[in-house]
């Protein structure tokens, strides 16, 4: 992994670099079903075109095969979009690598409205919300190539189903090489105590962004990043409720179903506090730009800064 | 094989089908039709053909089978039961709270069953995984699986059939139970997937019709699937749904119900006397 901070690389293909880098495991397989190029698996398809296996486009069928090939010992990586991944297929992952606990990772790019200009069809953004439900599912949301990096590793060394999100868009790597990764932890990336912003996925910089923002107004702002959407870092939530008293999440999801729902039923449970979730408002994307949808779609620091402001306001 | 091979068999699959019987009555739920045309293919498989342990059932040079249809869990937990992975007298825990066989077969909490099934269609495609594993490593193990004719309407089934044929999975047997019943009548009125044989040849497989309650010809074509090398094999078995039980045969409403008292005890009385015809331990 050479990744510098600042260096825009998207985690997509964060993903495909890690998959050549820890590919020499004869363990590991590595599925696609026609989009090697776009998934960024083509890398390992290169290096290790025996251990590569294009299903054609049958998504299905692929999920359910990787199923059948890790029960002889294989740690295998499907991957696909995530509208196809969770969407497509999602009853053959919660039959065949799901219910069985299967040592499957599903390795989901183009996740979220980022996708541009392919459109509603292909920006997933019930994907977290699908994948949650299933029980004993891992769902990680890496921010950078960084953690995309150490996501992978740490799929690999997990045994069990992971649903690995990742997005087409090309982002500021944020972490350095001395970044640990560890499934189901938030990172506090900075402290606070007037409210918490916790972010997933590319939202996380704008987090921190929007922390900075609050800071010039005088409010101080911690920021979470929680790349483990499940199992979810309970301790970190409710620590950050109860010395801020308020939470924003921000991701690039519905807000129904992703990390704003997950991190609500901790709180509820737990402690209650004033909350406001950024995210997709119930609504499908459109085509255009990334950056202008994110903007459009309300997934920017600015977006975050007014939420945080409204939910201290409710204190 | 001789003729008390053959006898022996037919003995082992008959209790195979009072099991399956056993279990679906004792649980008054379940899918006795397509456990009964299943049940020789099952049993030449398990007690003729496959290399498998009872007590190293996880051996990974193992052959392998996967029961696509997975309703039909009474046969592979009878075929289970009589070839010692499970004891017999957990059957009649069949679907109840308190016991591990499941409604469908769950390979997490059943001994010998290689694949958690029940969605139709998806189980060909995990045999296909277990096929292409064998392959990578170089292993010689083989992997069977067996569909239902109705199951087989499912768009996945064709996506991995095209699959086994792309990546000349030459060590994987399917069987069709191909019984011309599914839930909702003849499979050529439900949904016309005739002529199937000609569709798996075009989907390049190598394809080999027989009777699916003959052992000799079970046995050639498991054989000649073994012989067959570059593609996958089909074994189109030609089977009766609910055989052996006479007021079952050829029957569609005796796909997912349960037999009262008394009709169980003739089933069970059936299987006794053809049992007894051939000179066999009741
Ligand atoms: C995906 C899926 N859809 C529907 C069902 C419900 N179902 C169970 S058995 C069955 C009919 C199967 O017919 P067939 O494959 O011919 O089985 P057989 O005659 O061998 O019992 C159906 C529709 C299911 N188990 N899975
Ligand atoms: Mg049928």
Redesign the interface.
């Known amino acids: 992994m050479n990744y510098k901070i600042g260096e825009s690389v998207a985690t997509r293909q964060a993903y495909g670099d890690a998959l050549v880098e820890y590919g020499n495991d004869p363990r590991i397989v590595v599925m696609d079903a026609d989009l090697s190029k776009s998934t960024k698996t083509d890398g390992f398809k290169v290096t290790y075109p025996d251990r590569f296996i294009n299903t054609g486009i049958a998504e299905g069928n692929m999920m359910a095969t990787a199923a059948g090939l890790s029960t002889c010992g294989k740690i295998v990586f499907a991957s696909s979009f995530a509208m196809f991944a969770a969407g497509r297929a999602f009853e053959q992952i919660r039959n065949s690598i799901g219910y069985p606990h299967l040592n499957v990772k599903i390795g989901a790019t183009h996740a979220g409205i980022s996708v541009g200009e392919d459109g509603a069809s292909h920006q997933c953004l019930e994907d977290i919300g699908i994948m949650r439900t299933i029980p004993g599912m891992v769902i990680l949301n890496p921010a950078d190539a960084v953690e995309s990096n150490l996501a992978v590793k740490a799929a690999i060394d997990y045994d069990g189903p992971v649903y690995l999100r990742f997005g087409r868009l090309a982002v500021p790597t944020i972490f350095d090489e001395n970044y640990k990764f560890e499934i189901g932890k938030g990172i506090q990336l900075k402290d606070g105590s007037d409210v918490t912003l916790i972010g997933t996925g590319l939202l996380v910089p704008a987090c921190t962004e929007a922390a900075e923002i609050l800071a010039g107004e005088g409010i101080n702002a911690r920021v979470i990043n929680m790349a483990t959407i499940k199992p979810i870092d309970k301790d970190i939530i409710i620590k950050a409720a109860k010395e801020t008293g308020a939470i924003v999440t921000a991701e690039e999801h519905n807000v129904i179903g992703g990390l704003g729902s997950a991190v609500a039923e901790v709180l509820v449970e737990n402690a209650p506090v004033p909350m406001k979730r950024v995210g997709t408002q119930d609504v499908f994307g459109r085509s255009g730009k990334p950056y202008p949808l994110l903007e459009m779609y309300g997934l920017d620091a600015k977006t975050i800064a007014a939420k945080a402001k409204e939910a201290i306001a409710m204190k | 094989m001789d003729s008390n091979e053959i006898k022996d068999l037919q003995i082992h699959a008959a209790h195979v089908r009072k099991m399956a019987l056993e279990a679906v009555h004792a649980a008054g739920a379940g899918h006795p039709g397509g456990s009964l045309s299943v049940a020789d293919i099952l049993t030449y498989l398990y007690f003729k053909e496959m290399n498998v342990d009872p007590k190293d059932a996880k051996n ?1 040079d193992r052959d392998r089978f ?1 029961l696509s249809k997975g309703h039909c869990s009474p046969a592979l937990y009878g075929i289970l039961a009589e070839r010692g992975f499970i004891p017999k007298e957990d059957i009649k825990g069949f679907r109840s709270i308190d016991s591990y066989l499941q409604g469908h077969p ?3 909490k059943v001994n010998g069953v ?3 099934t ?2 139709l ?3 060909i ?10 392959k ?2 170089g292993k010689s193990y083989r992997v069977y699986t067996a569909l239902g004719d109705g199951e087989i309407e499912e ?2 089934v064709w ?2 059939a ?2 086994a044929a ?2 000349k999975l030459d060590n994987l047997t399917a069987f069709l139970d191909y019984n011309g019943l599914q839930i909702d009548g003849e499979i050529t009125k439900v949904m016309n997937s005739t002529p199937i044989d000609k569709k798996f040849e075009a989907f390049n497989w190598h394809v080999i019709r027989i009777d699916a309650h003959d052992f000799n010809q079970i046995e050639a074509a498991v054989n000649e699937a073994k012989q067959t090398k570059g593609k996958p094999t089909l074994i189109m078995a030609k089977s009766v749904k609910g055989k052996g039980v006479s007021f079952m045969e050829g029957q569609a409403a005796w796909h997912g119900t349960a037999p009262n008292d008394e009709q169980y005890a003739q089933a069970i009385s059936e299987l006794d006397a053809y049992i007894d015809s051939l000179g066999g331990d009741k």
Do not use: T
């Not at chain 2, 495609?125 to 064998?134: I, T």
């Open positions: 990974p996967v769950d390979m997490k290689d694949m958690s029940g969605s269609g998806q189980g495609s995990c045999a296909n995984g277990m096929a292409l594993a064998g990578l490593d768009g996945e996506e991995a095209m699959f792309h990546y």
